[in-house]
């Protein structure tokens, strides 16, 4: 079975600086890769997704996200963080030959400072 | 532009009652799911349906059960809620493609007294 792990539970940034949220996966062969986001009181919107091609992958909102096989990584970054991006992150895994089923990491929280 | 609902969005209810959690969509999906998601933790797939009359229990383990009768319809009951039961419910659908993201819902953030 697939599982995700997401390392920071909280992250604190200043607007206008850079952010990177790290996601790690377990999973035996080459999995579909999602970020989502999560605003309080909100469900989850779809950031970006990889499945095959560049590892390299660009969402909404100015993030992106990088595939690593080697590391079993699927980071986001985003260049320069607005306050509006302050909510939570959510790493998941979609795998399941038959049983398609998406597994999410525990959410990281990013807090933006003036 | 949300194409799945959820209702109520807040429920505050007695410990023993029934309760049926509503959750629509209107993308014509064949996928749909509920998760249980609690705070500082990942969310739990606790049931999904393939298509009308398809059911499956998810990895963790509820009281609670479901149904789907109707392609846009998948409700989730609990027939005796109980303060344990107290946590947010986010239902998602996805199309029939392998590999597609879900859409969720606004969640129902359920206590139970």
């Known amino acids: 079975a697939q599982s995700v792990t997401q390392p920071d539970i909280h992250i604190t940034v200043s607007e206008g600086a850079s952010l990177e949220l790290r996601c790690n996966y377990s999973?035996?062969?080459?999995?579909?890769l999602f970020w989502y986001v999560q605003s309080p009181g909100q469900g989850l919107q779809l950031l970006l997704k990889y499945f095959s091609g560049d590892t390299l992958v660009q969402g909404i909102k100015g993030f992106e996200a990088e595939f690593k096989r080697s590391q079993s990584s699927f980071n986001l970054r985003k260049p320069s963080v607005h306050w509006s991006d302050a909510a939570e992150y959510f790493c998941a895994v979609g795998a399941g030959s038959n049983d398609y089923k998406l597994s999410f990491g525990a959410g990281t929280t990013v807090t933006v400072r003036a | 532009e949300a194409d799945i609902y959820q209702t109520p969005r807040y429920l505050v209810i007695g410990t023993g009652k029934k309760i049926t959690l509503e959750c629509s969509q209107t993308m014509g999906h064949d996928k749909m799911y509920w998760y249980q998601q609690d705070p500082g933790m990942e969310l739990h797939l606790i049931h999904y349906s393939y298509g009308v009359n398809s059911t499956e229990k998810g990895d963790l383990s509820s009281e609670s059960t479901v149904s789907r009768i109707r392609t846009e319809h998948f409700p989730l009951t609990l027939e005796s809620a109980r303060p344990s039961h107290t946590s947010q419910y986010l239902c998602a659908s996805g199309d029939r493609e392998y590999g597609s993201p879900l859409h969720f819902g606004n969640g129902t953030r359920l206590t139970v007294t």
């Open positions: 999973y035996g062969a080459t999995p579909y």
